[in-house]
């Protein structure tokens, strides 16, 4: 693996972090519209936000980007972090960039006072499990929600 930089994002890297945000989506069977994500763009540039945003970067391509929101708990004096989006160019799977964008968070979130990350994934994503299972518990909690 070439030399991998893992820095947050930048009012200028919108149009990299863009394609990343959107295969993210189409892996998810899902779709945004402009408005949400336009404010979720401007959350990550916002210092006061919570959510913060991260891309892995390969001689000048960004090839991973993750999401991370900091949170209250009620089982720590501690703020929490939850790992919210992750992704890694599919070409750049098994490398790597994934392990190293989560170590970014967990780095990132305990310099910010966190004691915990946390994340889902769905049950069908084998391939990251894999890397789950090497460098994070999994509790056997499972994910109830309703859209309200």
């Not at 989006?85 to 968070?105: C, F, K, N």
């Amino acid at each position: 693996m070439s030399d991998i930089q893992i820095r947050p994002v930048t009012e200028n890297d919108h149009a990299a972090w863009l394609p990343l945000w959107q295969a993210y989506l189409t892996f998810y069977k899902t779709e945004l519209s402009d408005a949400v994500i336009a404010s979720t763009w401007a959350r990550f540039l916002d210092r006061s936000e919570p959510t913060n945003a991260a891309l892995a970067w390969q001689d000048g391509k960004a090839v991973g980007m993750v999401h991370f929101i900091y949170h209250r708990s009620n089982w720590s004096i501690a703020n929490a972090c939850y790992l919210q989006d992750l992704l890694v160019a599919p070409e750049q799977r098994g490398t790597g960039v994934g392990r190293l964008l989560i170590e970014h968070v967990y780095k990132t979130a305990k310099a910010n006072g966190c004691d915990k990350v946390h994340w889902l994934t769905h049950e069908t994503n084998a391939t990251a499990i894999q890397l789950y299972e090497r460098i994070a518990e999994r509790p056997g909690y499972i994910q109830f929600r309703k859209m309200i």
